[in-house]
């Protein structure tokens, strides 16, 4: 167990519906990042948020967005949805200083019908 | 920008080793980390070099040569689980957030 929970694990919706993607870091980590990974592709980087500010921002499309509230949790929006988007959506966290690694959630996968 | 190159996929035998390469060409560099990822599961975090050398954990090492923007991940005495994806990130710099760009992953077959 990484210490970071993403919820929902599974989520199956519609084109053209939003969906919130939620995740909870490890206890202390003030650093959150969002990726996406279709089937057979890599970690693509979407977003990046240290301690409630967007950090560094990746090829996240206009139709997704993000935030980190005070509590460092953070929740990915997807709005307007496409087939393309069914993916796993993976969320990491890390301290944010120090050159540690980014521990993963479990992912969220997202099925677009 | 940031560009990092690996096989698509290797081949190997239970047992034997076997040495997964990565390179990249980075804008910024803070450091290079190997995950290891199951199909549909987690990436895990395999290890991590920041200064050139041979970094070794178990049955992983992992080198680094930073003029040269070239690491691998050499797996020793290689067991059926090990077949998975193995992922190479660049860390970029802390003015820029210190992300972790991905490269594609290998996909590592361990045949018996």
């Known amino acids: 167990d990484s210490g970071v929970t993403q919820t929902p694990k599974h989520l199956i919706t519609a084109t053209g519906q939003r969906v919130t993607l939620r995740c909870s870091p490890r206890?202390?980590?003030?650093?959150v990042y969002w990726y996406q990974q279709s089937l057979d592709q890599g970690l693509q980087f979407l977003i990046q948020?240290?301690?409630?500010?967007?950090?560094a921002k990746g090829n996240i499309l206009e139709r997704f967005s993000a935030q980190q509230f005070p509590d460092l949790h953070s929740e990915l929006n997807l709005s307007s949805l496409e087939l393309g988007d069914s993916a796993l959506y993976f969320c990491?966290?890390?301290?944010?200083?120090?050159?540690?690694?980014?521990?993963f959630g479990q992912g969220t996968r997202l099925t677009v019908v | 920008g940031q560009n990092i190159d690996q096989p698509t996929e290797m081949t190997a035998t239970e047992g034997a080793i076997v040495q997964i390469n990565c390179t990249y060409q980075?804008?910024?560099?803070?450091?290079l980390f190997w995950y290891q990822q199951h199909a549909g599961e987690a990436p895990t975090f395999l290890s991590y070099?920041?200064?050139?050398g041979l970094e070794e954990k178990g049955r992983f090492s992992s080198f680094l040569s930073r003029s040269k923007g070239y690491s691998y991940l050499l797996l020793k005495e290689l067991q059926m689980k090990d077949s998975a994806s193995y992922l190479c990130?660049?860390?970029?710099?802390?003015?820029?957030?210190?992300?972790?760009?991905f490269g594609q992953g290998t996909e590592l077959s361990v045949k018996p």
């Open positions: 990491a966290s890390s301290p944010g200083t120090g050159n540690t690694e980014a521990f």
């Open positions: 206890s202390g980590d003030l650093s």
């Open positions: 948020y240290y301690n409630g500010e967007e950090r």
């Open positions: 980075t804008s910024g560099f803070n450091g």
């Open positions: 070099n920041v200064l050139d």
């Open positions: 990130a660049v860390r970029g710099p802390w003015n820029q957030g210190g992300k972790l760009i």
